[in-house]
């Protein structure tokens, strides 16, 4: 698993999603109840299980938006105006490094959750 991958799985779990891995008995099962080959069946449950990548940065903000901590993580990482209001400005360097705002939301998360 790269580290990418790794990041991924962290983030997905502490959103509560599930990360699909494929086991050697998912796939054996497949191959005999299909009658294809070990690596047919691999690459058949590899595209039914797709994990999800979170390149756009837009799924990690949607993500956070849904578990309900939009408003704390854009305080955290964006701007608030001096009158209290978010101006759900996420600041640039978040957005244009790849990986940034994922690993800022991991980070996040970690801290809400202890």
Do not use: Q
Request: net charge negative; charged share 30%.
């Amino acid at each position: 698993m790269t580290d990418r991958e790794k990041l991924c799985k962290e983030f997905t779990e502490l959103t509560g999603g599930h990360w699909h891995v494929i086991t050697a008995v998912e796939v054996s099962a497949l191959r005999y109840k299909a009658g294809i080959s070990f690596g047919a069946a691999l690459e058949a449950l590899k595209d039914e299980c797709k994990n999800p990548t979170y390149e756009n940065p837009a799924d990690v903000l949607r993500k956070i938006i849904e578990i309900g901590l939009y408003d704390e993580f854009i305080v955290e990482h964006g701007a608030v105006s001096k009158y209290g209001k978010h101006l759900d400005s996420i600041l640039v360097d978040l957005i244009i490094e790849p990986d940034a705002l994922l690993k800022a939301a991991v980070v996040f998360l970690k801290e809400e959750r202890k």
